[in-house]
């Protein structure tokens, strides 16, 4: 089986990471992974961090860890796809987001004020997937299933209360794909979980037919997952 990891930050970008991308993905590597997906936080705070930059160096910076690891993963034989998880300022929720692209970033410029709803239908209308990432995590986030594609059920970052199983209900009350990803911030981190599938993941196309499809299982600290 393949492993992939959905759900990885690092200090290229999200600031409270500590892990250099290309490192990270080399760290992936010998953790017998085969793709990752490079999420990182795409927010409030990483926009004004770069103060009043236009918005299109500011994704270009932003890109720029997926495009170390990226250069990291040819080298080592793993699969490294553009991903991010995106936030609002008008209440809690992170989201993970596959098939994006350069210009669908800049598309949507201080991202941040959107909100879920207008950025739902922006997402939906490029066909890109969202994933909302671990709701009701620590008590104050919660799910909003009508605006997006699947859940993080399963997501081992082991400094936060992630609420699985109310999770998981709620995924299933409402008919959603189910994921998980290691949220790796730190060495710690990585390879907590993954999606596991018997073809190679190289592009988010097929990470998301694979979802789709429910061709995959699930892996929690080494243990299969129903």
């Known amino acids: 089986m393949f492993k992939t990891d959905p759900h990885v930050h690092t200090s290229d970008i999200s600031l409270c990471a500590s892990l250099r991308s290309d490192l990270m993905a080399e760290a992936y590597h010998k953790a017998g992974y ?17 103060g009043d930059l236009p918005w299109e160096d500011k994704v270009t910076i932003f890109l720029s860890s997926y495009q170390r690891a990226k250069v990291k993963g040819e080298q080592l034989g793993i699969n490294v796809i553009m991903g991010a998880e ?52 620590d008590g104050v986030y919660y799910p909003t299933p009508e605006y997006v594609d699947g859940m993080e059920v399963y997501n081992t970052n082991p400094r936060h209360e992630n609420f699985t199983q109310k999770t998981l209900n709620c995924a299933r009350e409402h008919n959603m794909y189910i994921t998980a990803g290691s949220d790796s911030h730190h060495i710690g981190d990585v390879g907590t979980s993954a999606i596991l599938t018997d073809f190679e993941i190289k592009t988010a196309e097929d990470y998301i037919n694979a979802i789709k499809s429910g061709n995959y299982k699930i892996e929690v600290h080494g243990e299969i997952v129903e």
């Open 34 to 50: 085969k793709t990752i997906f490079i999420t990182e936080h795409f927010a409030k705070l990483y926009c004004s961090f770069l």
């Open 86 to 137: 995106v936030s609002f300022q008008d209440k809690p929720g992170d989201y993970l987001v596959y098939g994006i692209t350069k210009e669908f970033l800049l598309g949507c410029p201080d991202v941040y004020k959107m909100g879920i709803e207008a950025f739902s239908k922006y997402a939906h209308d490029n066909g890109v997937f969202i994933v909302q990432a671990h709701p009701y995590r």
